[in-house]
């Protein structure tokens, strides 16, 4: 039976392995070539993707891309022809596939300082703001394990929880001490008392926010589950362009041995009013950056 097995496991890993090595093949065989980067829009629209430093501009050759669900500074896969050498390089691409979210935090700077000097870009800081951890309020604390929690505040992002190709992430917002509150006394599944570990419990983590804090500023809170609790998780950054704001959290360990119990976490983050006042869209979101 074993013997079965394995033999099962050795065939169809070959067969893996023969179905990629052809794909690899056919890819060199009609010089196409295939590479990692980021996403990027010229301000006339004009796709574009930044790959170790170099901007390439995308044409679709076969007139079959869908582009408009991608955001700058996503992570992308690119097939495509050569790349002809000009500033910025240009090539045909037949095929781009976003691998993570990402922000225009994940363009270098000196790339977009370059086409901006070249009339390609407006400064992207003009259209958008971006706010990594180290510059915001965050905390990170402990919340246990609920898969569908009673709250009678639905998450503002609700309608995106079901996308698949990005995991969305349930995300609210206080604007007063008094809604922090509610959403405590409304909730059944969520621990706010307890702590994991090194992990404060919410309410160890939200008692700074008093009612002095919501005169002039919002709380954003981001919940999420993890298979395990030797997982942790952190804030990334903040996206914001006036109208849509994003945070996006990501994964700060990669444990080689890993507890069996689920846990989950609430990631704040403290936001000026100023900043969130005009914003009618809100998500949340993890990825690898």
């Given amino acids: 039976m074993k013997n079965g097995f394995f033999k099962t496991a050795v065939w169809i890993t070959a067969l893996i392995f023969a179905v990629f090595a052809a794909v690899v093949g056919f890819i060199i065989l009609k010089g196409y070539g295939i590479s990692v980067g980021r996403y990027l829009e010229a301000q006339d629209g004009t796709p574009m993707f930044v790959c ?37 390089a240009q090539t045909g691409a037949y095929a ?8 225009e935090a994940d363009i270098p700077q000196s790339v977009t300082d370059q086409l901006s000097q070249l009339g390609w870009l407006d400064s992207l800081a003009q259209s958008a703001e971006i706010w990594l951890k180290d510059d915001l309020d965050t905390t990170v604390s ?31 917002k206080f604007d007063t001490l008094d ?53 942790r998780y952190d804030l990334h950054s903040v996206y914001c362009d006036g109208d849509d704001l994003v945070v996006h959290v990501q994964k700060t360990n990669d444990p080689e041995d890993c507890t ?15 900043v969130v006042k005009n914003c009618t869209e809100f998500d949340a979101d993890l990825n690898n950056f």
Avoid at 260 to 271: E, P, Q, R, S, Y
């Fill in 52 to 88: 170790e430093s170099t901007p390439i501009r995308i044409s679709d050759v076969k007139d079959r891309l869908d582009l408009d669900k991608l955001n700058i500074g996503d992570k992308i896969l690119v097939l495509h022809d050569g790349i002809a050498e000009s500033y910025p």
């Fill in 96 to 103: 781009v596939i976003r691998l993570s979210r990402g922000t």
């Fill in 142 to 172: 402990y919340g246990n394990w609920a898969d569908t929690p009673s709250v009678s505040i639905s998450p503002l992002n609700l309608s995106k929880l079901q996308i698949s190709s990005v995991r969305h992430l349930p995300v609210y």
């Fill in 179 to 231: 809604e922090l509150v509610r959403f405590k006394q409304t909730c059944e599944g969520f621990d706010f008392d307890s702590s994991y570990n090194e992990v404060p419990s919410f309410n160890d983590a939200t008692s700074k926010y008093d009612s002095a804090f919501f005169e002039n500023n919002t709380l954003i809170l981001v919940y999420l589950t993890a298979t395990s609790g030797s997982y």
């Fill in 260 to 274: 069996c119990d689920m846990a989950g976490w609430f990631i704040t983050v403290a936001l000026p009013d100023s």
